[in-house]
């Protein structure tokens, strides 16, 4: 089983949609989660944190549900700038801060 | 915003040649890492590096590959003898502290082709 599963998409929308990205992780020791954005042949950039309460940065909202290993990434208001690929990343207990485990990535395109 | 910079963006290899990718970290980090992205796949870990010493590698990470810090500002990798599969987009990454929640700053990667 993969240990970071997401949609591939492409997910086309039109500008001012909401979207939302779903990724399951399949290591229960998992401890910190990330949403990280990376642009067509770009490095990836880090988004936002994902906490265990769930929380916003202006139109982005990202949820966690450790019982189900689950992490959400709404997207309000969707730009054409917002196009891009978003990767659901998970550090596990007891790895180094820099052993991240990436997602292969949903790919969001925006239209006008 | 400080920047993880990366040489040279794009590197073209016979198999079987040596190859070293380049990173100058930023300068207050004290951890560095080496991630790889083969075209369509995945960002893969490397190995993460800290105080003169390899903390952690991965599996992709074999006697083939090898980091070092040479100076005060560069961070290196080392392929020695490089295979076709060895064509990625290889990212060096830094970061201040290893809280499992500090934020990595990644380079904009070297594009390393084997022919």
């Known amino acids: 089983r993969k240990e970071v599963e997401q949609d591939p998409g492409p997910f086309n929308v039109p500008e001012g949609a909401t979207v939302a990205f779903n990724c399951t992780y399949s290591?229960?020791?998992?401890?910190?989660f990330f949403w990280y954005r990376q642009d067509c042949r770009k490095e990836p950039k880090l988004l936002m944190s994902?906490?265990?309460s769930g929380n916003e940065d202006g139109r982005f909202t990202a949820q966690l549900n450790r019982a189900s290993q689950y992490i959400s990434l709404l997207i309000r208001d969707s730009k054409l700038s917002d196009s891009a690929t978003y990767l659901c990343?998970?550090?596990?207990?007891?790895?180094?801060?820099?052993?991240?485990?990436f997602g292969k990535g949903t790919k969001l395109s925006v239209k006008p | 915003e400080p920047e993880v910079t990366q040489t040279p963006s794009h590197q073209v290899t016979q198999m079987g040649q040596e190859v070293i990718l380049r990173c100058v970290p930023i300068?207050?980090?004290?951890?560095f890492y080496w991630y790889r992205q083969i075209l369509g796949q995945k960002v893969e870990f490397l190995v993460s590096?800290?105080?003169?010493?390899?903390?952690?590698k991965s599996e992709i990470f074999d006697d083939q590959f090898s980091v070092e810090r040479p100076d005060g500002s560069n961070f290196t990798l080392k392929i020695r003898s490089t295979k076709l599969e060895d064509s990625a987009m290889y990212f060096c990454?830094?970061?201040?502290?290893?809280?499992?929640?500090?934020?990595?700053?990644f380079g904009s990667g070297t594009q390393l082709s084997v022919l």
């Open positions: 990454a830094s970061s201040t502290y290893s809280d499992s929640n500090e934020k990595l700053f």
């Open positions: 290591n229960s020791a998992s401890q910190s």
């Open positions: 994902v906490y265990s």
């Open positions: 990343v998970v550090n596990i207990y007891g790895g180094s801060q820099g052993n991240l485990i």
């Open positions: 300068s207050n980090h004290l951890y």
């Open positions: 590096f800290y105080n003169n010493e390899i903390s952690e």
